[in-house]
């Protein structure tokens, strides 16, 4: 079962520990390296949760599984820091988060981009309704209508 939790500063050792996950476990997804992250301190990871208006925690069987975060600029939402851990990967966690940032968009456009080569990512995008809108060198931009 999945269950969706929205994070707060106070949740900032959940979070390290699942984007440290993903720094590690799926480099090759993101800009940031774990390099970047590893040794930062608890201010900066509450900091994080606090600059970034949305932050979501998915927990397969009572495990945390996966994170999501949303931010809203210029009545446009960009879905940013999408992962899933290895276990929780075909259980609908990875949808369970998407849509999770789709409703709290509600009627604003939702943008994000992910590296052109990230089939199994542009997948789970395009199941949940995203679209190609552009391709900024390696990297899709995918759009959802809102």
Not at 4 to 31: G, M, Q, S
Not at 63 to 88: K, N
Not at 126 to 133: D, I, M, Q, T
């Amino acid at each position: 079962m999945i269950a969706l939790r929205r994070l707060t500063p106070e949740d900032w050792e959940v979070w390290r520990e699942l984007r440290l996950a993903a720094l590690r476990d799926a480099a090759y997804a993101f800009k940031t390296s774990l390099a970047e992250w590893q040794d930062a301190p608890e201010q900066r990871w509450r900091q994080r949760l606090t600059d970034v208006e949305l932050n979501v925690l998915a927990e397969c069987d009572g495990e945390p599984a996966g994170i999501v975060s949303g931010t809203r600029t210029d009545g446009t939402v960009r879905l940013l820091s999408m992962y899933v851990a290895p276990f929780a990967r075909g259980r609908g966690a990875g949808d369970a988060l998407v849509r999770a940032v789709v409703r709290w968009a509600g009627e604003s456009r939702v943008l994000l981009r992910v590296f052109d080569d990230n089939e199994p990512a542009k997948k789970l995008y395009r199941r949940n309704g995203f679209v190609p809108a552009g391709l900024f060198g390696r990297e899709r931009e995918m759009a959802h209508p809102g």
